[in-house]
């Protein structure tokens, strides 16, 4: 910045395609001096594919070599049965967020100048890293502005690659997780977009239709479309081909029900 402030710039890079990474986006990576980069691989396992990804896509669009700081990402307890309440989840995810972010502040402490994180799709859906970042300037110990960079969401791209709009005229969209597309269906929704799918559970929306798509933006992209009942089986094979070829799924589907009845106006 014009003052001198040292910057932590959250780059939204799409879901993968380096083609869809805006030119803001580009720029912002040029400018920083190092990027942080969280690393899942377990000590001593295959190398983290999601890193790899990262190192691809900076090869991509930056002149120099990058500067990676590999930051160990805590482990997240995900045991169903610590996980099962809401409370639960809020405690569970609150109590990674803090591991991540005093992780994250080491890595600020140990390097110098502008730093920069990758961030899947775009900041704003269903990532924590907003969140993250602002728990470590709110712990004192390293003075950064937070800037925000946005990117393709996977929301959009799941849209433009099987050619639909997302809602019918004049409805609202409802965008939830996994786990609460239940209450969505019971609060009456009928255009819901979910993300963060440990399984796909629709159960009971067999005569909805289902846009679905894994690993959109990426050479393992996987794409169906139809009646729920009739392509379940389809999209449970396509999730696993996905997971094959490139050691991870992350998937985001829209489910419409039929439009409700209305009584005959006079």
Known sequence: MA???????????????????????????????????????????????LVNARERLLDRHLEASPVIVRVEDPERDRHPDRTASADDYAAVVASWHAARAEAFEQALLDNEG???????????????????????????????????????????LLAARHAIMLHEVGEPLHVTTGRRLREAVEAGQRNILVMLNREIDVAGLEDWQIW??????????????????????RIAQARERARAAAGWVMDVYLVRGAAPSREARP
């Open 3 to 49: 003052d001198g402030t040292r910057r932590v710039r959250l780059i939204g890079v799409g879901p993968g395609d380096p083609e869809q990474v805006t030119l803001e986006a580009v720029r912002a990576m040029r400018e920083v001096r190092f990027f942080v980069v969280s690393d899942k691989s377990p000590r001593g396992g295959m190398p983290d594919p």
């Open 212 to 233: 679905w798509g894994g690993n959109l933006g990426t050479p393992s992209e996987e794409l169906v479309s139809g009646r729920v009942g009739d392509v379940l089986d």
């Open 114 to 156: 502008d730093a920069g994180f990758l961030v899947w799709g775009d900041p704003a859906f269903y990532d924590s890293t907003i969140r993250v970042v602002e728990q470590v300037r709110a712990r004192g110990n390293v003075a950064f502005e937070i800037d925000v960079v946005p990117g393709i969401s996977s929301l959009q």
